[in-house]
């Protein structure tokens, strides 16, 4: 009987910690207000949308839309000068922040870095470039529909995008030998990318 009780008092624990929420509800105006997990504002009844591919190819953007018919919040706020929204169990970066395109990614976190989807950079300047400006209407429907997978370090306010190409540069920089193991994988598949960017960071 004690060790009923016991095991039933420990899954209620573990319940309650999975339950609890990552980062607080709200809006987060900037990167400073994620890491420290306080938004400055409220969450303002906000409706998430799942954009539909029609929409994507249309009008290029990232992967949600979010609105709000509170008057204390502006369309304009909510696209351009928001930093992500939280809305208790799921947390959506603004993909302007890092030049990713129009509108929301969903973001999750792995340790002390936020990953997500999202798509191509706008600055082909940009270390996040991954590919030379769309020409004509097919090509940049193509292009408008490519996700990216980004790691956001919010300690030190970095990102990186994990291709393939960017693997190989970044292994180059800190060790040949990890260039050649990653070299050698036979599958370049998204897990073997994410195991090879923790190995060079750890570095």
Do not use: H
Request: glycine share 6%; aromatic share 12%.
């Amino acid at each position: 009987m004690r060790i009923t009780l016991k095991l039933i008092v420990m899954l209620f624990v573990t319940a309650q910690m999975f339950a609890q929420t990552i980062y607080p509800r709200g809006t987060y105006m900037d990167i400073e207000e994620l890491k420290n997990k306080t938004p400055s504002r409220p969450f303002y009844n906000y409706q998430i949308f799942k954009r539909t591919s029609g929409e994507i190819l249309m009008n290029g953007g990232n992967d949600y839309r979010i609105e709000s018919k509170n008057d204390s919040i502006t369309k304009k706020i909510i696209r351009k000068d928001v930093f992500a929204i939280s809305t208790g169990d799921s947390l959506y970066i603004n993909g302007l922040n890092y030049k990713l395109q129009n509108w929301y990614c969903l973001a999750r976190q792995d340790g002390d870095y936020l990953y997500f989807k999202g798509g191509a950079c706008m600055d082909f300047k940009s270390p996040l470039a991954t590919s030379e400006p769309a020409i004509g209407g097919i090509a940049g429907a193509n292009q408008a529909k490519e996700r990216y997978l980004y790691y956001l370090n919010l300690n030190k306010n970095t990102i990186d995008v994990l291709t393939v190409n960017n693997i190989n540069k970044l292994a180059t920089q800190k060790d040949s030998l990890i260039t050649k193991q990653f070299q050698a994988e036979p599958q370049k598949d998204e897990k073997t990318v994410i195991k090879y960017y923790k190995i060079i960071k750890a570095r």
